[in-house]
């Protein structure tokens, strides 16, 4: 049975930035740069969208995909989906998905196997990268805290500052404590991964538009690792320009 299927869910309709992953850089896609640097860690990988224009694209660069529902409100519904799918056409069986982001055109291999090797244990059944933060980075409500138990386990994800720092002075005797932001990519047991699809939105989650919020009012444990690479995801046109000078 193989053990990872990457999965790269990808649609046209942002509110932020329509079309992002057809915006071109270097000469390429948005959608291709990432799904040739995640090649490089799977064996089995491929996009799942529910646009026409950007499955043509991955199919023209020689990518696999799927057509998925328009219905769906995450990239996790449609993770789901795709594995369905995808399990059915292929006759195969995975032990987990890797939710890999579409906006990343930068992502690392090494970050996808530190990834793996966080959800590669028996009892684990989601994983997720977390990386250190400025104090500056973390007031801004675009970046994701989280705060994580003493084996690593998330606690709580937040855009607000988390924790709360009650003593600055050093001579307080307080125990110095980075802010941790969240890296978007994700691994899923295969029967957890199908589980958390069908949950309702939970009361955190909409207060903090953040879906992982969810699986933990649900008592689903997310297992995190740091992660020293950059995450560099284009969320905006001007992300898209700070990217393409990088390239």
């Known amino acids: 049975m193989p053990d990872f299927l990457g999965i790269i869910p990808s ?11 057809l915006a071109m850089i270097a000469g390429k896609p948005m959608i291709q740069w990432v799904y040739e640097r995640a090649s490089a860690h799977f064996d089995h990988l491929l996009v799942a969208t529910d646009d026409r224009r950007i499955m043509e694209a991955v199919g023209h660069f020689g990518g696999r995909v799927l057509m998925t529902s328009l219905a769906h409100l995450s990239g996790t519904e449609r993770c789901a989906e795709a594995l369905r799918l995808y399990q059915e056409r292929e006759k195969l069986t995975f032990s987990h998905v890797v939710n890999i982001q579409g906006d990343e055109p930068l992502i690392m291999k090494e970050q996808l196997q530190e990834l793996t090797g966080c959800i590669n244990s028996p009892e684990a059944e989601i994983a997720t990268l977390i990386r250190p933060l400025q104090e500056e980075d973390a007031a801004d409500p675009n970046t994701v805290k989280v705060v994580v138990d003493l084996q690593f386990r998330a606690l709580y994800f937040s855009r607000s500052v988390i924790p709360f ?13 980075p802010y941790f932001g969240h890296v978007g990519i994700y691994a899923y047991r295969c029967d957890v991964l199908q589980k958390i699809a069908g949950l309702s939105p939970s009361p955190l989650e909409m207060m903090e538009s953040l879906e992982q919020l969810r699986w933990l009012e649900h008592g689903i444990s997310i297992r995190t690792r740091i992660t020293g690479y950059p995450s560099r995801g284009v969320d905006t046109p001007e992300d898209l320009e700070k990217i393409r000078k990088l390239f």
């Open 11 to 21: 649609r046209y309709a942002s509110s932020r930035f329509p079309g992002k992953p």
């Open 165 to 177: 720092r009650r003593w600055e002075s050093p001579s307080s005797g307080a125990v110095s404590q």
